[in-house]
């Protein structure tokens, strides 16, 4: 009966537009959803503790805002949602401290998360925590099974492996062959009613700061053609003009 | 100035050409580093040669047989010098960097597209912003491919280290890719299809100009819906792979942005798409407003006669 944990972190919704303000980026107009790939984290915990029993906790790292995409986890069936209060920015190396020690605290013996947030698209959360840990760590799952210890479909080499982890690991999540459940009503009350753990941890000073945003460079306007004639030009430029071929 | 060390990007138990991308990464620090080549057999680090190292150690360990985090970080921690590490930016070798960065207590900067003085450059919102940051002492850093051109030169002399991992996960089944085509991930070139290919019957045509050229074939998520035939592994974008190719051609694909999040930074960009106003013009070197139908067979033949 494992006890469970699932990461899910707040980012802005993947449709939004990126505003840059100054040297930062101005998130204040966009909607803000829990990150694509946590919905998969959480429906792979979900399936665990269906298989082998035990409980699921959704953890995030956040100011209050976040208490949103903790309560959407728990519409659509995790048992607990905690909030490590925190706000600003953190490198890899403060915010793997603090989850470390929240998962700890927790008495976690299995943790989920996404295979890489649609904010950083870093992927360093999942076996960075693992190492802190001392656990093992698989990254990329398409799938997993549960009976008979935990089994993860994950890339290996030029393919796919079938990778065996003995508990406790960290196991990142891709979209795979799981479909993401969606909250029923019932899951919605409950969610109204829940209230978020908070948990106060002491975050360690960053030792990267973030000096500037900026809006990736301008491309200079493409040429465009019309008709399919125009494909042999083309191929032609791609190799004399880009020397791409 | 803390020393550079650089962790060879390795493919099948070789070291693979963009080390040497790497290489030149890691020379913005200061000297010609030293190259870590994480190998089963030490003559695999004979492929680091050449390639601008100052130094170069063959890690040798039954733990780098087939990639395990745990295995992988503390086989090569006990054998990597102190100092700031660069390591390629590969899923396998993000995931590397991030244990081992863990390990030491290092902060982990990933896909990093621009290094100066101590200020590293990397994309963020899926490529819609970037984002530098500076550090305060040594990081892992990981670069993308295509970025730094490679360096050359250097040290042919190979130090073996024998060294031992915590393996802590075992494989049971390793699957054949679905198809022996190139991995999107890993092409220089990648064609891509979208709905607008109509049927999954289409994507031959795709396939015969990827087989002429040297691409990997790939798709947009509305493909890999719509289609049991084209597997995910296919997909480009937001929840599919992020590739960084020289060439990407995107074939009746709209430009939706998660499409765009998974390739935007592609060197250059061709589109053919026969509505004039999809936004995926927006984003492209160069257009072509016609449809597959019309476009591709004259594609083909041309780069047919081009590549002799
Ligand atoms: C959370 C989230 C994540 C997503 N992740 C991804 C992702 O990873 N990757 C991804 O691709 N999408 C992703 N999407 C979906 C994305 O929003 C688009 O729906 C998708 O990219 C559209 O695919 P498409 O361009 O192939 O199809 P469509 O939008 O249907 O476009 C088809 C195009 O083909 C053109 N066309 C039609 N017939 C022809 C012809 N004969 N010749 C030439 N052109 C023709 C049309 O003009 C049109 O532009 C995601 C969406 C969400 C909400
Ligand atoms: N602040 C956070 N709180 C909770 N989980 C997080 C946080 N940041 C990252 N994660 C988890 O780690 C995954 C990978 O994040 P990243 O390493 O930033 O790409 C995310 O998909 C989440 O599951």
Known sequence: MPNIIVLVKQVPDTNAKIAVNGDRVDLSAVKMVMSPYDEFAVETALQHREAAGGEVTALTVGGAGSDKILKDAKAIGVDRIVRVAAEGEMDSNALQTVLAQAVTELGGEMVYCGKAAADTGAGSTGPGLAERLG???????????????LS????????????????????????????????????????????????????????VSIVAHALPPAKPAGKTYNGGEAAAEVAQLLRDEANVL | MTQTIVIAEMNNNAV????????????????????????????????????????????KSAAFAHYDASGWASALDAVTPQGTLITGASSQSKDLAAR???????????????????????????GKAMQTVALAGPAVISVRSNVFPPASGGASEVNVLDTEGNVATSVTEFMARASERLDVGEANIVISGGRGMGSPDNFVHLEAIADTIGAAV??????????????????????????????????????????????????????????????IFQHADYGIVATWEEALPVLHTTLKSMMG
Not at chain 1, 157 to 165: E, F, L, P
Not at chain 1, 181 to 206: C, D
Not at chain 2, 233 to 239: D, H, L, N, P, S
């Open chain 1, 152 to 207: 993860v479909v994950a890339p290996n080499g030029a393919g796919n492996a079938n990778v065996q982890a003995p508990l406790p690991a960290v196991v990142s999540c891709d979209k795979g062959a799981f479909k993401v459940r969606k909250p029923n009503v019932k899951g919605i009350m409950q969610a109204k009613k829940a209230s978020v753990e908070v948990l106060s941890i002491e975050v360690p000073a960053s030792a």
């Open chain 2, 100 to 126: 081992i960065a863990a390990r030491r207590g290092l902060a982990v900067i990933q896909d990093a597209v621009a290094i100066e003085g101590n200020n590293v450059t990397s994309p963020v919102y899926s």
């Open chain 1, 135 to 149: 656990w093992a760590s698989i990254s990329n799952a398409i799938s997993a099974s549960f009976d008979g210890g």
């Open chain 2, 218 to 279: 790939g798709a947009s998520r509305a493909a890999v819906d719509t289609w049991e035939a084209i597997p995910h592994a296919m997909q480009v974008g937001q929840t599919g792979k992020t590739v960084n190719p020289s060439l990407y051609i995107a074939v009746g694909i709209s430009g939706a942005i998660q499409h765009l999040a998974g390739m935007r930074s592609s060197k250059y960009i061709v589109a053919i798409n026969k509505d004039a106003d999809a936004p």
């Open chain 2, 16 to 59: 693979h050409p963009s080390t040497a991308e790497l290489i030149a990464a890691a020379m913005t620090f200061g000297d010609a580093p030293t190259v870590i080549v994480p190998c089963t057999e030490a003559a695999a680090a004979d492929g680091a040669a050449n390639m601008g190292a100052g130094s170069i150690i063959a890690a």
